[in-house]
C-alpha cells in the first residue's frame, strides 16, 4: 500500500477564455499544492471550458488550446508545482491529418494531459464519444484508441473521460486488465432532476469492475442551456464513499487514499481489445510532502441536496453564469403578479442580488387590480427595483394604424410589452428575462416576440406544477431560516391568467395544469405516441388535444431564448423536431 | 446484355406527411408503370421525408412507416404493379431492441425497401452515416452491415443510400465484388452553391469504381432550411451521361438501359470486408412490356441552370415550400424601397405569384422620399399588394412613456415595424417574410424582434453581393424574355441605409460590402483563423473589426428565422458555436 493524497479541482471554466481558464488552473493547483496533493485533477475540457460545439473545428482554436497548455505546463514547473502530477482536459488537435470527408476539421480530440516536470509527459483521448442528448461529439471528436497508466509514488493511475464510463466496454475493461490502483474520470456532466444517484452507482459499479479506486471529478457552473452540479466523488475499489463535493459550488476536493503497489506482473502493450497500454513513471522516488492530517483537509463528504433544493439549485446556478459570463450584471423582468415571473423574479435575486434586478409592471387595460398590487408586494418582498410602464396608450396607437381582433388583438398587447422591456434592456444595458415555462412553451400558450422576448428564460425547462412546487419550497425555506419569503402567497393560489382580455383564465385554453403536465411528460420527455398514453390511461380527446397544440407549436419554442436544462428532454437542446412536419400521432396507427 | 427500362421518381415529398407521400409514391410509380419501366426508385426516405430529425426516435412513427410501406407494397400489387422492382426509401426501426445507452431509440434505420410481387421481398439500410454539416444521422440511426442484390430481368442490381458513395469504402466496394450490372443510388442530397459539378464527378467516379452503371436519384424541394434540387442522373460504367433530370422541378426520369446478364460465377455470401450480400430474384422470366421508343420518353438529358439562375432557383423553390408545406397561402414583407425587401418580393412573387404577396411600407419621421417612391415602384413591378402604415405615432407614444436614445431610439423603430408585421400576419394569416441579409446577419447588423421578425428568410444565407449580383441577373433574365424587370434599378444602385437615424448609411457601420463579405466568406464558411486572414492579405484592423462583430453577433442570429441553406456553411443549420463564448481570435496565436 502506498499513500497518495489527491486533489480534485471541481470548478467553474468558462467557454474560449483560455487565458481566464489556465489562470485558475495554475491558481487552484497551487492550492491544492499547499495542501500537499500528489495528484491534481481538472474536469474534462477544463482549459477550454465545455462543450466548444464548433470551435472544436477551428485549426486558430485547436493550436491556442495546445499552446496555452503548454504554457500552463511550463508555469507550473516554475511554480515548483513539478513534483506533482495534473490531470487537465483540454482540446487537442492532430497536425497535418489531411481532410477526409467523415472526419471533424483538424481531427480534435476530447483530451487529457498527464502534466508533469514542467512539460505534458503523456495525453489520452476520449474513447467513447457519446452523440445523443445534449451531445454531438461525433461532429466535434475523434475517438482515442489507447490508454495511458501513469506510476505516482509506486501506484499505477489511469484516467479515462467522462462517456468512457457510461458505456459498457471499452477502456473500462482495459483499467481493470492493467491492474491500475486508481481510476480518475474526468467530466463535463450536465445536471438533471434525480441523476446524483444514477452517478453514485455508475461509479460504484466502475469501481467495482476495474477493482481500482475511482475519483470522478466535474465542472461546476452553467454553460448556455446547461448546467453542471459538480457532485464529484471518489469511491473505494468496495464502493465506500471517501469524499464528495457539494453540488452547484466550486470546491477542491482533497482526499488521502491508501492505494495498492503497482503490480509487478508484465504486462502487454496491447490488451485483448486491441487497446494500446502506454506506461509512464512520474518522478523517481517516493516524494515527501507536508503530511496534514485530514482533520485539516475540507469536510470529505457534503450532504446531498434534497430534491426541490436541488432543481432551484440548478435554476439559479444557470441564470447566474449566464448573465455574468455573458458580460451581463443587471437583469429587467415584466412582473405580471403572476407565480412565472414571481418565481422568476426570486430566482435573478437569488443570483445576482436584489440590487441588480429590475421588475417593471406593465398594466393593460384589461389588467386586474390584484395584478399590480400581487406585483407590488413581490418588488417590496425581494427588494427588487420596481417601476410600471402603462402600455394602453402605446397599444391603443397601433390599433389606430391596423385593424386587430381578437388573438390579434391579444398578442398586440404582448408585443408592446416586449418592444418597452427590449426598449429598456438597449437603453440601460440589462439582460432581459422571459418568464414563460415549459407547459406553456409545449402547448405554445404564448406569444411571439412578446413575452418569448428576452435573453434567458430561466423557467424554460420547468412545468407549472413544478413551477408552483419550487415557489412553496423557496418561501418555506426562507421561514425556516427566519427570512421574509419572497413570492407572494396571492401569486401561489389564484387562477394563472395572461390578462390579454377580459376576465381571461389560462383554465378558457388550456386543460388543468396537472392533466396537461402528466401528458407532457410522457409525449415530450419520453416520446410516447398518443395510443400509448391512451392505453396508460389518458383521455383520449386531452391526449389529441394536447398533442395537436404541441405538434403545431415548434416553431415559437424555436424562437423561444435559452434557459437551464433541468429535464431529460428540454427544448431547444435535446428535442430537435422539423418545422415544416406533417405528421400527427394517431390514436391508433395505421394498420397495413 | 439484357435491355431494362428504368424509371427515376425524382419527387418532393413532404416531412412527417405519410398519407400524402404514399399517395405520390403510388401515383408515381403508375405513371412509370404506364412508361413500361421494369424498375421505379424513389429518393432516400421517401416515404417519410427527409430529415425526420428526432421523429427518427418515435416508436409511433417508425411503426406508421413500416405498416405504410406495408399497404403501399399490397397496393401496388394491386394496381398491378407487382410484376415490376420499386426502390422505396423509408425509415425503418428493428422491433424488440432493448434500450442501450449509444443506440438511438427503437434502433430506426434510414432503408430501402425492394418492392415486388405486393410485398417488401428485401431490404437495405445505409451503411454511411453523415454526421457533419447538415446531417447529425449519428443520432438517428444505426448503420446497416449488408447489401441486397436483386436479380431483375437476369440483370443483377444493387442499392444503396446518399453518403454510401460518398465515403471511400463500405458498400460499394462490395458492390464491385458482387459483379452487380446497376447501382442505384437513392438520395436527399440538399442543394449547395457548385456541388452539382462535385455530384456529377463522384457518380462517374463510383460507376467506374463498381464497375455498373450507376443510378443517382435525389429528390426535390425545400424542408426547412435544407433545399433539394433533383439533379438525378444516370451514368455508364464508361462515366457516359445517359439521362439527367432537370433541377428544382419533379420529373420522372425514364431510360433504357442495356445491362449486362448476372455473373455465373459463385459469390461468397459475405466478402472480405465482412458484408453479407443478400440476393433475391424478382419475378421468374424476362417481362414483356409494352416497348415505347425512347422518341417517346421525356427529354433524357436536361440543360444545366447557370449560376445565377440555380441559386436563385434554390431560394424560390426554398420559399415556397417552406409557405405552402407549412399551410400558408401569402406572405407579407415589409418593403422599405431597398434592395433586400426587393429581392425578397421579387422571389415570393415568383414562388407564389404576386396576388399572394403583401408588401408594406412603414415610413418613419427619418424615411427618405427615395424610399418610399422606390417601395411604390417595386409594387407597380411586380405587382404585389401594397399599404403604407406610417410608424411615426407609435414611435413617439413609446418615447413619451420610456426615455430611449441612441441605438435603443433606433431599434424601437424596427421592432414598431416588427409589431405591425406580426399583427397582419395574425390578422390575415400571412406569413411574415424577414429582409435580413448573410452580411448583416454576420456581423448583427440588425434589430432582434424588429427587423428579424419573421417566419422564414429568404436572403439569410446570400451574402450582400450576392444579393446585388442576383438582383441584376433577374432583371436582366426579365428583360430578355421581354417582361418588367422586378426590381426598381434605383433600389439597385443606391447606397444601402437602414434609415433609422437622420442620414444614415451602412457605411457608417460596416466596411465596404465587397471587403466584408471576402472576410466573411474566410472566416464563416471556411474556418479560418484571423492571423490565416491576415496572412491571406486582409488588413488587419478590418479582420479583427469583422470578427469581433461576428462573434457578438450569435445570439441575435440564433433568434433570426430559418430560411434556405445555398452556402457551405449557412447559420443556423451548419454553424454551432456557444453563445457564453469568451473566444476572441487574436492576430496571432499565443505562443508557447
Known amino acids: 500500500m502506498s499513500r497518495l493524497r489527491l486533489a480534485l479541482a471541481q470548478f467553474n471554466p468558462v467557454v474560449g477564455d483560455l487565458d481566464g481558464n489556465a489562470a485558475k488552473v495554475l491558481d487552484w493547483a497551487r492550492r491544492a499544492g499547499d495542501q500537499g496533493a500528489d495528484i491534481i485533477a481538472f474536469p474534462e475540457m477544463a482549459l477550454t471550458g465545455y462543450p466548444v460545439e464548433d470551435l472544436a473545428l477551428r485549426r486558430s482554436f485547436q493550436d491556442a488550446s495546445r499552446a496555452m497548455l503548454t504554457d500552463v505546463a511550463s508555469q507550473l514547473g516554475r511554480d515548483g508545482l513539478g513534483d506533482r502530477l495534473v490531470v487537465l ?26 502534466v508533469h516536470d514542467g512539460r505534458v509527459l503523456a495525453r489520452y483521448a476520449k474513447h467513447h464519444l457519446p452523440n445523443y442528448g445534449v451531445f454531438d461529439e461525433f461532429r466535434y471528436f475523434v475517438a482515442g484508441s489507447s490508454l495511458t497508466v501513469a506510476q505516482v509514488n509506486g501506484v499505477d493511475v489511469a484516467v479515462v473521460i467522462c462517456e468512457d464510463i457510461w458505456q459498457d466496454g471499452g477502456p473500462v475493461a482495459t483499467v481493470r486488465d492493467a491492474d491500475a490502483g486508481l481510476l480518475i474520470v474526468i467530466n463535463g456532466s450536465p445536471y438533471e432532476r434525480n441523476k446524483d444517484d444514477v452517478r453514485l452507482e455508475l ?26 452540479d459538480g457532485d464529484s466523488i471518489v469511491v473505494s475499489a468496495q464502493g465506500e464513499v471517501l469524499a464528495r463535493a457539494p453540488q452547484f459550488e466550486e470546491h477542491l476536493l482533497v482526499v488521502d487514499l491508501d492505494l495498492p503497489a503497482a503490480s509487478e506482473r508484465p504486462h502487454d502493450p496491447t490488451d485483448a481489445r486491441g487497446v494500446t497500454v502506454e506506461r509512464v513513471t512520474v518522478g523517481g522516488q517516493p516524494r515527501s510532502y507536508p503530511a496534514l492530517p485530514v482533520s485539516e483537509l475540507s469536510p470529505s463528504i457534503a450532504p446531498r441536496l434534497e430534491d426541490d433544493a436541488e432543481v432551484y439549485g440548478a435554476l439559479v446556478t444557470g441564470l447566474r453564469d449566464y448573465v455574468t459570463k455573458n458580460g451581463f450584471q443587471t437583469v429587467v423582468i415584466a412582473v405580471s403578479g403572476g407565480i412565472d415571473s414571481a418565481l422568476t423574479a426570486a430566482i435573478a435575486c437569488d443570483a445576482l442580488g436584489a440590487a441588480n434586478v429590475h421588475g417593471v409592471s406593465m398594466p393593460s387595460s384589461y389588467s386586474s387590480e390584484h395584478s399590480r398590487s400581487d406585483a407590488a408586494d413581490l418588488a417590496e418582498r ?211
Open 203 to 228: 461509479v460504484r459499479r466502475r469501481a467495482a469492475d476495474t477493482g481500482a479506486t475511482l475519483a470522478y471529478v466535474n465542472m461546476v457552473g452553467g454553460q448556455d442551456e446547461l448546467v453542471f
Open 382 to 592: 425581494t427588494g427588487l427595483h420596481f417601476t410600471t410602464v402603462p402600455i394602453a396608450a402605446m397599444v391603443d396607437e397601433f390599433l389606430r394604424a391596423i385593424d386587430l381582433t381578437g388573438v390579434a388583438e391579444e398578442n398586440l398587447q404582448a408585443r408592446v410589452r416586449g418592444v418597452v422591456l427590449m426598449g429598456l434592456s438597449n437603453e440601460h444595458g440589462h439582460l432581459v428575462l422571459a418568464t414563460g415555462n415549459k407547459s406553456e412553451l409545449s402547448v405554445g400558450y404564448s406569444t411571439l416576440y412578446g413575452d418569448a422576448v428576452g435573453g434567458y428564460a430561466p423557467l424554460k425547462d420547468v412545468p407549472k406544477t413544478l413551477v408552483w412546487q419550487l415557489s412553496r419550497w423557496r418561501n418555506k425555506d426562507a421561514e425556516a431560516r427566519g427570512e421574509t419569503p419572497p413570492i407572494p402567497e396571492a401569486s401561489i393560489s389564484k387562477p394563472p391568467s395572461a390578462e390579454l382580455r377580459p376576465g381571461q383564465l389560462d383554465s378558457d385554453s388550456l386543460p388543468d395544469y396537472e392533466l396537461l403536465d402528466g401528458v407532457l411528460d410522457s409525449y415530450v420527455e419520453n416520446d410516447r405516441g398518443s395510443s400509448e398514453l391512451v392505453a396508460a390511461g389518458f383521455d383520449q380527446a386531452l391526449v389529441e388535444r394536447v398533442l395537436k397544440m404541441t405538434d403545431a407549436a415548434e416553431y415559437k419554442r424555436r424562437q423561444y431564448p435559452p434557459g437551464p436544462k433541468i429535464s431529460l428532454k428540454a427544448f431547444g437542446r435535446d428535442r430537435r423536431l422539423p418545422i415544416t412536419n406533417r405528421w400527427r400521432e394517431h390514436p391508433s396507427p395505421p394498420t397495413a
Open 89 to 114: 482536459g483540454y482540446l487537442d488537435g492532430a497536425p497535418g491529418t489531411s481532410s477526409t470527408l467523415g472526419i471533424p476539421a483538424g481531427a480534435p480530440q476530447n483530451a487529457a494531459a498527464f
